[in-house]
């Protein structure tokens, strides 16, 4: 039921009501030779989970990439809530409120919570030195706001169980003021219970007004939390469902190219 | 110390399990269990040996030894926890201290002139070792292996005939003078080692120096210039493998051609001694303090207890490995869980 309302407003507000908290036109963007993106459209409304799905090579993680200030676009526009921006880099995105967890790659294990959630964004109190205090202080406050159960700020982040870390990722993307956040496969490497927590969490920012893009292979996780599903194919859109009004053989029809599924019906 | 105690504030033995919790603490009283090791040495020795190391002299040159080791093992703390190594710091000290004395007494310049010539000499060799190895993504193995080669090239085919000679005045003072009874070289390890425990453990700098070392594209993805973080610490061992330098000449006079052969391996031992992991990531000063204390006794008591000087290497070898494998072994058992 809840899934179901919830859904329906995602999909109204999804399709006119209101601007788009992030919008991308005709985005291209090639690698040597190779066409990894051929002028996809994107658009994030604020507070919708969207899932980003594709085969490998499909260039899902070039749109994210592009987005988030990770690789620059050869053509087309990016806006934000309706005005043109430019992203060049990752400070740049991080300022127009675009976080991104990468899978894997978020975390310095030697290091405790504090650090991590503060990496590269270390408040200063005076002579270069790190506001210590100020970390510790606001690390408890987001992870108590996003109802993330770690033991202790000073633990480190190595000790940490695999959806405890990534719950640590998120908590810096939040932290870092993002509105709009990018979970690139957020529960690959997590067990089955870690997984279900992920998720929970990824609802939790969504009822908080957060939009959140989820990069995801895992249809089962896409249709537990996703609001619309953008499905991309060689390096092109390949079509966007709503997810109360497909089904995940729609979904994988998308993915593959429908016309190689008939193929292999025939055959 | 610091670091030590910003752990202890909220225990992080609380992260759970019993085995966990031993491990972690075993690794957060690091270097209490350094420190109790090296003052168990210091009472072996002063039991076994004390008519020899208890005197005034021997302690005194320990202590000279021990300061220049801490000194320079400070520097390569900050290149080996940001996840690189320099093996050219032996040649480095050679180079920079017979140029020191070279243009002191060949060319009889003014201190105050050649002590900042040789500091920007040496900041600049480590700039030098930083932006090869950065640039050009090599290895800092491989880079500094090179330069290790090189520069004790530059040092045999440039002097022929060391200088000697005493500069006096100021200068022999500050580097090779006395209070009371201690000599100048430990009030300048102590202020190094105040220094930059301070700047690694509490200044944004320091933060990501362990950043970059631990995971280097999270560091990078974070927004922070890995490139620059490590160029920086190569350049803060080539400045304090420069002062090192001006220590020796005010202390010695002089030094021969040779001078720093091998003593990349007394370097790098005292690092990971004090728990520093070679792998980056992890460390810290006061550790390398203990470390560097832990080498110079053990040099200084295998030749007391009537070792000839040649079993020295072997015992330094061992005990770097023994380090290392005792710090993986921990390290390995940490992640497990």
Known sequence: ?267 | MAELVLRDQEGVGAVGGSERGVLQRLRDTRELGIAVVAIAMFVFLAIVRTDTFLTTNNLIGVAQRISLLTIIAVGMTFVMISGEIDLSVGSMYGLLAIGLSEMLVTWGWNPILAMPVIILAGVALGFINGFITTTFGIPSFIVTLGMLALLRGVTLTWIRTPPFGRVGGWFDRIFGGYVWEIPAQVFWMVGVVIIAAWVLSQTRFGYHVYATGGNPQAAANAGIDIRRVKIACFMILGGLTALASCILIGWLHGVSRNHGTGYELDVIAAVVIGGTFLFGGAGSVVGTFLGATITGLLTNGLILLGFEQDTEQIAKGAVIILAVSLDTWIRRRQRIA
């Open chain 1, 1 to 267: 039921m809840a899934e179901q309302v919830r859904s329906s407003i995602a999909a109204d507000g999804a399709d006119r009501r209101d601007t788009p908290l992030l919008e991308a036109r005709g985005i291209c963007k090639s690698f040597l030779h190779v066409q990894a993106l051929q002028d996809v459209n994107f658009r994030v409304y604020p507070g919708e989970i969207v899932a980003l799905v594709g085969d490998n090579g499909a260039g899902k993680s070039t749109l994210m990439k592009v987005l988030c200030g990770a690789h620059h676009a050869d053509r087309g526009e990016i806006f934000i809530e309706g005005r043109p921006v430019t992203i060049r880099n990752p400070h740049d995105a991080q300022a127009l409120g675009i976080a991104v967890v990468y899978q894997d790659l978020a975390l310095v294990n030697q290091r405790d919570v504090a650090s991590n959630v503060f990496l590269g964004r270390e408040p200063k109190r005076g002579f270069g030195v790190v506001d210590k205090p100020r970390m510790v202080r606001e690390s408890r406050q987001v992870l108590q706001r996003l109802k993330i159960n770690i033991p202790s700020v000073y633990a480190q982040v190595g000790l940490l169980s695999g959806g405890q870390r990534q719950a640590v990722a998120i908590a810096r993307a939040i932290h870092q003021g993002g509105r709009l956040i990018f979970m690139d496969e957020p529960t690959a490497a997590l067990g089955v219970q870690e997984q279900a927590k992920v998720l929970k969490l990824i609802e939790d920012l969504k009822a908080e007004g957060t939009a959140v893009v989820v990069v995801s292979h895992n249809l089962q996780h896409v249709f537990d939390v996703a609001d619309r599903i953008v499905v991309m194919r060689g390096g092109r859109n390949a079509g966007e469902r709503i997810k109360s009004e497909t089904t995940p053989e729609e979904i994988v029809r998308l993915i593959v190219g429908a016309d190689r599924i008939r193929a292999a019906e025939v055959a």
